[in-house]
């Protein structure tokens, strides 16, 4: 067994009063509940704005003040590959999102997921960022994939629209992440008892919260994509542990576990840690 410490969407931002609530949260939570893991894993969304300073902030702070030497396994958010205004004229989103993974295993005690799987004690970690691919579009709302695409419904817009530039369709992202997933499902296979997925985004529709009200359920199309799932599902024999982030807000209980057909789903979008065990 492995005793694994969850967290995640800390959507860290770098003020003065973000910074010293990050480091109170680590030294009087996360501390406490991740002293006796094997192994931390942040779901995703570190920062609010893909700034690797922050990411840098938010990750020192997390390990010294919180988790100490254990390992850390990281995969990016959505946020954490936002562009900034000076990124935007020289680079798009999926350079971004190398730029984070590199960034990651570039710092001591952390380990980047989506550049290779991580195993302890026959247990081993993939990961991804996850992605959408309007597959979880309320099918009531009788809207189109183009209603869809433009990632806005009236005066609201999902933030992705103006901070991530992709050189392909979100649908291309999807199935190429899919695809690297299941390389690094592969190359661990038969070393490992189990497999444990780790996602920042949803995988099952099953875990989207729907709400029959179209200005919450239009954007719980971004929450993820059936995709990942049907990978998960392919090697259940292996994967009985999902932890993934990204649904939070709104009455959203995160920090729970759902059990979708015998295998274990955690959300763990918060930045108060989850204990969840293999
Ligand atoms: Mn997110």
Redesign the pocket.
């Known amino acids: 067994m492995v005793k694994i410490c969850c967290l995640g969407?800390i959507h860290y931002w770098g003020s003065t009063r973000v910074r010293l609530d990050l480091e109170k949260l680590a030294e009087n939570i996360i501390k406490s509940y991740c002293e006796d893991v094997d192994v931390v894993v942040i779901v995703?969304?570190i920062t609010s704005s893909g700034i690797l300073d922050h990411v840098l902030e938010a990750l020192t702070i997390i390990k010294s003040r919180g988790v100490g030497c254990k390992p850390i396994l990281i995969v990016p958010?959505?946020?954490d590959i936002y562009l900034t205004m000076e990124e935007m004229k020289n680079m798009d989103s999926l350079v971004k999102l190398r730029k984070f993974n590199d960034f990651i295993d570039s710092l001591t005690g952390f380990v980047a997921l989506m550049n290779k799987p991580y195993i302890i004690d026959g247990v081993g970690f993939v990961g991804s960022i996850g992605w959408y691919d309007y597959s979880f579009a309320p099918s009531w709302a009788g809207l189109t994939i183009h209603d869809y695409k433009r990632k806005s419904l009236g005066i609201h817009m999902w933030a992705d629209k103006y901070y991530v530039k992709l050189p392909f369709s979100d649908e291309e992202f999807t199935n190429i992440l899919v695809d690297q997933l299941e390389k690094h499902i592969k190359q661990i296979y038969n070393k490992v008892d189990k497999i444990v997925a780790v996602l920042?985004h949803v995988p099952f529709r099953e875990l989207v919260e729907y709400r029959g009200d179209l200005q919450w359920d239009y954007f719980s199309t971004y929450m993820g994509s059936e995709k990942f799932g049907q990978l998960i599902k392919k090697y259940r024999d292996k994967i009985n542990l999902v932890l993934h982030?990204?649904q939070h807000g709104g009455n959203v209980k995160t920090r729970t576990c759902r059990n979708i057909e015998g295998i274990k789903c955690c959300n763990c979008a918060s930045p108060i840690p989850i204990i969840v065990n293999t």
């Open positions: 969407d995703g969304d958010g959505n946020h920042h982030g990204h």
